[in-house]
C-alpha cells in the first residue's frame, strides 16, 4: 500500500507523540526517508527513546 503523498519506494512511519492522557496533547507526524535502512535506524532511534517520551507507531511503510 502506498499512503497519498507519497510514491513507490519511498520509505515512511507515521507515529503519535505524546501520551493519550485526554487533553489532547499528542501529536501525530509522518516522517519519509529514501531507503529502508534509513527508516529502520530512525525507528530504532525511537524506540531507544522509550521511557523518556511516550509514542505509538501508527504506520510503517511496507508493513500490512
Known amino acids: 500500500m502506498v499512503e497519498d503523498g507519497f510514491e ?3 520509505y515512511f512511519t507515521t507515529i503519535i ?3 493519550d492522557d485526554g487533553t489532547g496533547g499528542q501529536v501525530t507526524k509522518t516522517y519519509k526517508f ?5 527508516l529502520d ?3 530504532w532511534g525511537v524506540d531507544a ?3 523518556w ?3 505509538e ?3 510503517v ?3 500490512e
Open 34 to 38: 529514501d531507503t529502508q535502512d534509513k
Open 17 to 19: 507523540w505524546g501520551e
Open 49 to 51: 527513546s522509550s521511557g
Open 57 to 59: 507507531v501508527k504506520e
Open 41 to 43: 535506524a530512525f525507528l
Open 8 to 10: 513507490e519506494g519511498e
Open 53 to 55: 517520551m511516550e509514542y
Open 61 to 63: 511503510s511496507g508493513e
